[in-house]
């Protein structure tokens, strides 16, 4: 059933980490009133807009990542995709 997604652990823990953001922003929005800031993005934004910008960055690494070297493992790009998320919902 799963075989057409070439399913790794990475791609689950890829999967575990937007399921596990979703709640947690959602959570921080409601305790914590966000403030729309300015930050390197050179847009103001909120950690949901933040958090959206990143995961679009996460998911064309991976897909750019295969379309330039498909066959190979894709744990550089996760960890190049969750630093890269990391500063863009910290200073973006």
Same mark, same amino acid.
């Given at each position: 059933?799963?075989?057409?997604?070439? *399913?790794?652990?990475? #791609?689950? %823990?890829?999967?575990?980490?937007?399921? %596990?953001?979703?709640? *947690?922003? %959602?959570?921080?929005?409601?305790? $914590?009133?966000? #403030?729309? $800031?300015?930050?390197?993005?050179?847009?103001?934004?909120?950690?949901?807009? $933040?958090?959206?910008?990143? &995961?679009? %960055? +996460?998911? +064309?690494?991976?897909?750019?990542?295969?379309?330039?070297?498909?066959?190979?493992?894709? #744990?550089?790009?996760?960890?190049?995709?969750?630093?890269?998320?990391? #500063?863009? &919902?910290?200073?973006?």
């Amino acid at each position: 059933m799963w075989t057409w997604i070439h *399913a790794q652990w990475q #791609v689950f %823990a890829g999967l575990g980490v937007l399921l %596990a953001w979703l709640p *947690a922003i %959602a959570v921080y929005d409601l305790v $914590r009133k966000p #403030v729309p $800031r300015k930050g390197f993005l050179g847009l103001e934004s909120t950690p949901g807009v $933040r958090f959206f910008i990143g &995961m679009m %960055a +996460f998911i +064309f690494i991976h897909i750019g990542w295969l379309l330039v070297v498909p066959g190979q493992p894709i #744990v550089i790009p996760f960890v190049v995709s969750i630093i890269l998320l990391f #500063v863009i &919902m910290i200073w973006g």
